[in-house]
């Protein structure tokens, strides 16, 4: 996003809606820092500029820095996968696409959060440590996976790794057994990420809606304390054959 200076009349209005103070003054103007900015356009959407000093910035589609828009706004379509969002559908679909099976598990690492954000690196960090575990599959319609330089090692494309965003989600299939594994995994490695994240895990649950007691030994096993959620607002469908 950028400012123009000639129009902009230094009221200070978008400042506070900047989730990563990008915004500062720079004499009697407000300035938008270029290498702090995550192009989320929070300040276009929410700031309402009095004289509409506010704009998108000329490179803010050129490739790497696109990452920022695809995963820092909400309303941007992410050119790798036509959808917006960080993730896929996931669970949401999961009861008509059966993408996920009844011994398997979906896990979702959902990395970084407004205000916070973080390095392109720190979501290498993550792909290379479930690499290491065996995993070396993201779900091909998540934008992640088209970010996979080498699924052996785990490593992103170089070029991306200078960039940062607000929030991105890796979305993996593992069996369930697999799930206790992963789950230490990720306890490990998030002592080397310079951010936050949550651990989704979904799977088909049994009669009377329970669910499977694999899955929560597998949790409580790995010290996690399981908070059920159901994603059902999609309706109900019909299974695909």
């Known amino acids: 996003m950028i400012i123009h200076e000639e129009i902009c009349v230094g009221c200070g209005r978008c400042q506070p809606y900047c989730p990563t103070a990008a915004i500062r003054y720079d004499g009697i103007k407000s300035r938008i820092d270029q290498e702090i900015c995550y192009e989320c356009s929070t300040c276009l959407r929410a700031a309402h500029c009095p004289v509409d000093a506010i704009a998108e910035s000329p490179d803010v589609y050129d490739y790497p ?5 695809y995963f820092s706004d909400p309303s941007a379509t992410h050119a790798a996968t036509g959808i917006q969002g960080r993730g896929t559908e996931e669970c949401k679909t ?10 398997q598990i ?12 973080m390095s392109i690196l720190d979501i290498q960090k993550i ?9 070396h599959k993201i779900e091909p319609h998540n934008p992640i996976h088209s970010m996979i330089a080498n699924e052996a090692t785990g490593d992103l494309k170089p070029e991306m790794l200078g960039e940062r965003v607000l929030s ?17 995994t990720l306890k490990e490695v998030a002592k080397e990420v310079d951010s936050v994240f949550c651990i989704d895990a979904f799977t088909v649950v049994g009669p009377g809606l329970s669910v499977p007691e694999e899955v929560l030994e597998s949790i409580r096993a790995e010290g996690f304390t399981w908070r059920p959620n159901a994603k059902v607002n999609m309706g109900i469908g019909r299974a695909w054959e």
């Open 106 to 117: 979906g896990v979702a690492i959902e990395i970084g959060r407004p205000t916070l954000g």
């Open 65 to 69: 820095r696109a990452l920022r828009r």
């Open 127 to 135: 792909t290379r440590a479930i690499a290491r575990a065996g995993v």
């Open 94 to 103: 999961n009861d008509v696409t059966r993408r996920c099976g009844p011994n």
């Open 168 to 184: 991105a989600i890796i979305e993996i299939q593992v069996e369930r057994h697999e799930l206790r594994g992963i789950l230490r």
